[in-house]
């Protein structure tokens, strides 16, 4: 289906320019009704004021940017013109009402669906997002709740609206961060236009039963003539967290959503403002249960914080560094349907994640790929790489490479031949050999293979080996490997290698 491209509002861009007479002052948060709801909080992402008993509130300066109400858990918000969730306002609104819908929770755990940079440069990108990661969850995902952790677009701003059309076919409440490309050529003050004209606030939380979600922009655009772009925080951001945190039930699970991770990526090179993850870091410390979910590393990693990074909360803080929607920027050999390959630099597919929290806090989390086969060398959990075939007899030098996307460093993968015992397998920092394939495939081909080319193999972080045998009779011997995943239990997945006797 053609879509055409929409450009965004003028007067959506004049809402937040220049210095804005701010009717958000004061407003009201109501029932569908008209009725008032108190104990509601409200916040400009500095200052945070509650509503009173007939649902007013008033804040004591002016508010500089969108004014948004932190949903309660058992409420709901209304979707938008665009079905994105209706819980901001503009802060020169001449309406500044909300309306949250009471709704009683009644579910096991709360389902989550996780996307990092989309990052869609033009339509035909956008068609890529709805048919390879979007249309297949329609009608078939249990979720409640949709987050994005930037790169929305790739610096084609007024593609917000047609990313919007395919997002909202999930028909979800659906929350967005900023990345370093949703942002306005202009300095870290103005840099957000676009991105508030049609996602409101750069810094906002969200309250379910299970859980509480603060998202905060942490993408701290540079001057003229420098780097473009760092990790960081702002002093306002800092006040809003000093006073909502505070607030926040220790019970429920703390999930923290931004762009750039914390950890220094690559190592050795500072990409996070060391002060202000300090900040954050002692903010979050006296929370019992926190989950950071970041992107725009267009790979798939966890990070544990200690305190040999800062770190001193009671148990080590986990960063899950979410792979992207789209992969290495939509890159690689299409399939049958034009779609690119879009495997990352470390050998994972593109695709989604989803995040299951459970009453108490308790959360389990999972990467979903695009596109796998069913079950053989490539299943959603694990990718799978040996030789076709080995000389019978050989030294047993050659091994059986398992990329197991969600492993951890203490993930206990094994492997087997046919029957045999079960062996373990040792994790390695090395190129995935399934994408370095890919790579001399794009070098050895006499024409395009694509538009853009794989993505050079770099180290992976969730890699194991296991060396095959070769004194096996000559034939076909299929090879077994099993990851005990911490959160979805044992995973399988197969592949096979030959032996052939060698004539002189």
């Given amino acids: 289906m053609a879509m055409r491209t929409p450009i965004l509002s003028v007067l959506l861009l004049s809402a937040i320019s220049g210095n804005v007479a701010a009717s958000c002052m004061e407003g009201r948060v109501v029932d569908p009704d008209g009725d008032g709801i108190a104990a509601v909080r409200v916040s400009d992402g500095r200052q945070l004021v509650t509503t009173g008993d007939d649902g007013r509130f008033a804040f004591a300066a ?3 940017a969108p004014v948004f109400v932190i949903k309660p858990a058992g409420h709901v918000a209304p979707a938008n013109g665009e079905g994105l969730p209706d819980f901001w306002r503009q802060p020169d609104a001449t309406d500044c009402s909300f309306v949250l819908r009471p709704e009683p929770v009644t ?6 669906l996780v996307f990092s940079d989309p990052q869609t440069s033009d339509l035909r990108e956008v068609g890529y997002y709805r048919d390879d ?3 297949p969850l329609v009608g078939r995902h249990t979720a409640a709740l949709g987050v994005t952790l930037g790169d929305v677009a790739n610096d084609d701003l007024s593609l917000y609206p047609a990313i919007n059309a395919v997002t909202t076919m999930l028909g979800l409440p659906w ?11 202009a300095d870290d003050a103005r840099s957000l236009h676009s991105f508030q004209a049609v996602y409101g606030p750069d810094t906002f939380a969200w309250e379910e039963p299970e859980a509480v979600f603060v998202g905060l922009d942490n993408v701290i655009a540079q001057p003229a003539g420098s780097s473009g772009y760092t990790g960081g925080l702002r002093p306002g951001q800092f006040d809003f967290l000093k006073a909502y945190l505070p607030t926040v039930a220790r019970d429920r699970l703390l999930v923290v959503l931004m762009h750039v991770p914390l950890f220094d990526a690559p190592a050795g090179r500072e990409t996070f403002r060391p002060a202000d993850r300090q900040r954050l870091y002692d903010l979050l410390a006296t929370h019992p249960r926190v989950l950071v979910l970041s992107g725009h590393r267009h790979t798939l990693q966890h990070v544990f914080h200690d305190a040999a990074s ?3 909360g009671a148990k080590p803080l986990h960063e899950f560094n979410v792979g992207a929607v789209s992969g290495a920027f939509w890159s690689g050999a299409p ?3 034009g779609i690119p390959d879009a495997t990352m630099a470390d050998g994972t597919p593109n695709g989604h994640a989803t995040l299951l929290v459970r009453s108490g806090g308790d959360y389990a989390l999972a990467w979903h790929p695009a596109r796998v086969g069913d079950g053989g060398d490539a299943t959603t959990a694990m990718g799978l790489h040996a ?3 080995l000389r019978r007899g050989a030294y047993p030098a050659w091994g059986v490479y398992a990329n197991v996307y969600m492993g951890l460093p203490d993930t206990r993968v094994e492997f087997r031949v046919g029957e045999g015992d079960w062996q373990p397998m040792r994790r390695v ?4 050999p399934r994408l370095t394939i890919e790579n001399a495939r794009d070098d050895l081909a006499d024409a395009l293979r694509g538009r853009d080319r794989s993505p050079e193999a770099v180290p992976s972080t969730h890699l194991w080996r296991g060396a095959l045998l070769t004194g096996l009779p000559a034939g076909e011997h299929r090879v077994e490997v099993r990851a005990f995943d911490r959160w979805q239990g044992e995973q399988r997945a197969s592949t096979s290698y030959r032996l052939d006797e060698w004539v002189d």
């Fill in 62 to 64: 002016a508010p500089q």
């Fill in 133 to 135: 990661v979007v249309a």
């Fill in 107 to 112: 579910r096991d755990a709360l389902e989550v």
């Fill in 310 to 312: 800062g770190w001193s």
């Fill in 175 to 185: 929350l967005h961060v900023a990345g370093n490309h949703d942002l306005d050529p």
């Fill in 335 to 337: 399939d049958a349907a």
């Fill in 387 to 389: 030789p076709r075939v």
């Fill in 429 to 432: 920092e090395a190129a995935d």
